[in-house]
């Protein structure tokens, strides 16, 4: 059974740092990996996908890497912003069509 | 449409009383999925429908949940005789290909009083 970890659960950081998100994943036998944000109340957005044949992927100050013999991905936020404080969830896709989501993490830029 | 419609987006209720939650998935997508958010957590699924048919309902606490999608584009998250454990956000999303990812919506928050 797929399980899926974010650390750490919550994170605040002042403007301007770059910084990393981890989730990890039991069973690597993953079709993608999605990264998605949620906003307080909101429903999500997705921010990147990886699919299995890929190490990474970016778009803009996001750059998500995924290592399926670890277990892990990784999403790297770049020169952060405060509009970037949100919660960031990882969901692997097991099997073809379910996602298993993490906890989260709730992420707090400072200015 | 343009995107993944839910409706409503809040909803109070009573206990024991009988909801209808709805969602418009993304024209042409022929996958839709509802999962269940409770706070602090991440999303759980719930059901998933490739057309009109439930492919997987495995995620559905009890059968006091039933979820419904007859013409295979609108469905509809029944709750029946609700109790103030079924409070959550319910989200439910639509792809055309699992391996193009999921297009959620806002979701609709669910509170039994």
């Known amino acids: 059974k797929q399980e899926v970890t974010q650390i750490p659960a919550a994170l605040s950081v002042p403007e301007g740092e770059n910084l990393v998100l981890n989730c990890s994943f039991t069973d690597s036998a993953i079709y993608n990996l999605q990264w998605f944000r949620q906003d307080p109340g909101k429903g999500l957005t997705s921010l990147l996908l990886?699919?299995?044949?890929?190490r990474e992927q970016t778009s803009g100050r996001l750059n998500a890497s995924l290592d399926k013999s670890s277990g892990r991905s990784t999403l790297y936020i770049a020169a952060s912003q405060p509009g970037d404080s949100a919660t960031y969830l990882c969901?692997?896709?097991?099997?073809?069509?379910?996602?298993?989501f993490g906890t989260g993490t709730r992420l707090k830029v400072l200015a | 449409g343009a995107g993944v419609s839910q409706t409503p987006s809040n909803k109070v209720t009573e206990k024991g009383k009988y909801v209808e939650l709805r969602c418009d998935p993304i024209s042409g997508h022929t996958a839709l999925y509802w999962y269940r958010q409770s706070l602090g957590q991440g999303p759980e699924f719930l059901i998933y429908?490739?057309?009109?048919?439930?492919?997987?309902d495995s995620g559905l606490p009890n059968d006091r949940f039933f979820a419904v999608r007859p013409e295979g584009s609108v469905s509809t998250l029944k709750i029946q005789r609700t109790e103030r454990g079924d409070s959550a956000v319910y989200l439910c999303?639509?792809?055309?290909?699992?391996?193009?990812?999921?297009?959620f919506g806002s979701g609709t928050r669910l509170t039994v009083v």
């Open positions: 999303a639509s792809s055309q290909d699992s391996a193009r990812g999921y297009t």
């Open positions: 429908f490739q057309g009109t048919g439930a492919a997987d």
């Open positions: 990886i699919q299995s044949s890929q």
């Open positions: 969901a692997a896709l097991s099997g073809t069509y379910k996602y298993i």
